[in-house]
């Protein structure tokens, strides 16, 4: 069974940098073909997907937050990881890791933590 669980600050400055951590277990993050993927979903609002980072170690993010978007992963650790940079009050959210198997079809979710950018 394979479970992810998100990690990181629950309160961020605006202007700073947003940084989560997916921790895996139960599978690693460099078994073909999954894609490990950062997900959001604002208050009042839909999910949004953020970016992934692939098996192979290649990353590819929403058109929308390429600009400020870094994904890395730590394959030692068995993790991936966030980050956001220049946030404003419009990046609170839930987030979310989740495992992707097929084109944005999600088998494996983690629970989703808070963020909340605000002075």
């Known amino acids: 069974q394979v479970q992810l669980q998100e990690s990181g600050p629950g309160l961020v400055k605006p202007s700073q940098t947003l940084s989560l951590t997916c921790t895996v277990s139960?599978?690693?993050?460099?078994?073909?073909?999954?894609?490990w993927s950062w997900i959001r979903q604002p208050p009042g609002k839909g999910l949004e997907w953020i970016g992934y980072?692939?098996?192979?170690?290649?990353?590819y993010y929403s058109p929308s937050l390429k600009s400020r978007t870094s994904i890395s992963r730590d394959t030692s650790k068995n993790q991936f990881t966030l980050q956001l940079s220049s946030v404003t009050p419009e990046d609170t959210a839930v987030y979310y890791c989740?495992?992707?198997?097929?084109?944005?079809?999600?088998?494996?979710w983690g629970q989703g933590t808070q963020v909340t950018v605000s002075s």
């Open positions: 139960g599978g690693s993050i460099t078994t073909n073909y999954y894609y």
């Open positions: 980072i692939a098996y192979s170690g290649s990353t």
């Open positions: 989740a495992r992707d198997y097929d084109k944005h079809e999600y088998d494996y």
